[in-house]
């Protein structure tokens, strides 16, 4: 059986604006190019997956529900655009939460490569054909088989590959 390739997304930066313990719709504002790098990527046959670190629930500034619901209206507003996204892969998980059920050091959490081999392992992906676009050095995955870009953003002033979500489109 062939195997998948995908665009791994970070959310926070790279779908909608990084605005600090994003949780409902109304917050969100989407970023500029991350439809037309979605749309193009799906054309040239990638799966889009999601993968976000969401400390805000150990925080406890919102619940796993709330991640849950705004991940299903995300998928909505893409839709509408007509484009699919396989899936949400996010870590509820910080070694400073306030709560103590997701006050751990834990494997999703990235740049561990925990969602990276789960999203694999359930959608046949192929992680030496596929592609991680965020905008933080923690979105440089600890895979040496994934390619990983970061597009310039308040958290990297250095260290970037790209300096727009649209200049992403012809590395795929």
């Known amino acids: 059986m062939r195997k998948n390739r995908a665009l791994f997304l970070d959310r926070?930066?790279?779908?909608?604006?990084?605005?600090?313990?994003?949780?409902?719709?109304?917050?969100?504002?989407?970023?500029?190019?991350?439809?037309?790098?979605?749309?193009?990527?799906?054309?040239?046959?990638?799966?889009?997956?999601v993968v976000t670190n969401q400390a805000g629930v150990a925080k406890g500034q919102f619940s796993e529900a709330d991640v849950r619901v705004l991940h299903q209206w995300?998928?909505?507003?893409f839709a509408a655009r007509g484009i699919t996204l396989t899936a949400f892969y996010y870590?509820?998980?910080?070694?400073?939460?306030?709560?103590?059920?997701?006050?751990?050091?834990?494997?999703?959490?990235?740049?561990?490569?925990?969602?990276?081999t789960t999203a694999a392992a359930d959608?046949?992906?192929?992680?030496?054909?596929?592609?991680m676009v965020g905008d933080k050095s923690s979105d440089r995955i600890l895979l040496p088989e994934l390619r990983c870009i970061i597009v310039k953003s308040v958290y990297t002033t250095f260290g970037y590959d790209v300096a727009s979500i649209r200049e992403v489109i012809p590395l795929l």
Do not use: W
């Open 123 to 131: 959608h046949n992906i192929d992680l030496s054909a596929s592609l």
């Open 74 to 77: 995300i998928t909505e507003q």
């Open 12 to 49: 926070d930066g790279i779908i909608n604006e990084d605005l600090r313990y994003v949780h409902k719709p109304e917050q969100i504002r989407f970023c500029d190019g991350v439809f037309d790098l979605c749309g193009a990527a799906v054309g040239k046959g990638y799966l889009l997956v």
């Open 91 to 116: 870590c509820p998980y910080h070694e400073n939460g306030t709560i103590p059920h997701y006050r751990k050091d834990s494997d999703c959490r990235k740049p561990k490569p925990g969602m990276f």
